[in-house]
């Protein structure tokens, strides 16, 4: 057998594939800009840098995160710098309304803009979102979790009761008195009567009489009011609702309208008060008048009319029986302790609102739909996420869940 060798040449290749890799390697450092793309470039140093890579993606997504952040505060007081406008251009209208050069005319279109910007309020409050997720509707949470319980010292300031389920029971105020028995406070709605209607021949009026023939609707000079249809306004409880008054209505379709508006007419407007009552009396003591009811007990359930001063005038609704809040009796039980180590916290509250029985949040309750104060059934397993109000109706008892 013969074997044939140049060292020569043998020598001048192995340096031509050391060389070829050498030129690979640069040619990679050069492209990506690293000067270790694999272990075998230094494995050590490969080591550090993988940790330095890793920590630096981290910072990146972070500031991409604070980014984020930052763009939906952005957003956030964009919407709120647009709120605080409407809010300053409500109180520039008010305090323009207090002018006594102004007309009720005047004074009415001044509180339509009030109305409207009230809803432009809303409509931010509810529409303003940051991917999907609403800002300003009130319905943010917040999730605090860590590894280690200790370092969440701090975060609660205050004594608070544990976050569980808690027994909320509530009742009408009531006690006795003698010779009369018990008392139950469960407020009262206010009643509104109009003035006496008198036809131009003086006799009193009765539903079927038109406003064209009452006295009530002409002024000092004679002049008929309504010769132009006027629109009167219903206001309570932050809502509005409206009606057209017009010479050619009788007293009965007047009080219907009136009717239709403190509840929800047709087309789903009004004040939404449920329960409320208008009717015209035609014998006894308050004949020839409309009575007005609020459905509902308590200030909440004031119902204001507005409208051309003459108009309103003419029809001369006063209290007869103002409106009181109810009084309710409230009490607290933790049931996530034990049996004999709970502790019930009791208070009686004017209104619908209670504070302090529960670290951070506000029992809220709906006021009753009727003028009798009708008993509602309780509203079971209220799920709160944070500390935010809520809404149960007036109950003999209701559970509600803090997670």
Known sequence: MRINSNVTALNAHSN????????SSSIERLSSGLR????????AGLTISEKLRTQVRGITRARMNVQDGISLIQTAEGALNEIHSMLQRMRELALQSGNDTLTTT????????????????????????????????????????SSDPKNLDGVVVGEVLTF???????????????????KTYSGTPE?????????????????????????????????????????????????????????????GQLTERIQAAMTLDQLGKGLDFEGSQAFISDSGDDNGQITVISGRNGELGRINFTGEESLVKALGFQAVIPAEDPVYSIAVTNLGVPFGERNTLTTQIAGHRAMGLIE?????????????????AAVLGISIPSAITFDIDDSVSSTLTVP
């Open 16 to 23: 031509l594939v050391k060389n070829d890799n050498r030129l």
């Open 36 to 43: 270790i793309n694999r272990a075998s470039d230094d494995a």
């Open 106 to 145: 005047d004074r009415l279109e001044i509180q339509k803009e009030i109305a409207q910007l009230k809803e432009d309020i809303n409509r931010i409050s509810y529409g303003t979102e940051f991917n999907t997720r609403k800002l300003l509707d009130g319905s943010g949470t917040a999730v605090i979790s």
């Open 164 to 182: 569980s389920d808690f027994s909320v029971v509530v009742w009408p105020k009531s006690e006795y008195i003698p010779g009369i028995g018990y």
């Open 191 to 251: 009643h509104q009567r109009s003035a006496i209607f008198v036809t131009t021949d003086g006799e009193i009026a009765t539903s079927s009489t038109t406003l064209a023939s009452l006295a009530n609707f002409y002024d000092k000079n004679n002049h008929f009011i309504l010769d132009l249809p006027q629109t009167l306004f219903l206001q309570g409880d932050n809502s509005q609702g409206e009606i057209v008054v017009s010479k050619d209505l009788t007293l």
């Open 360 to 376: 951070g949040i506000d029992l809220m309750f709906e006021p009753p739909q009727s003028a009798n104060a009708v008993t509602k």
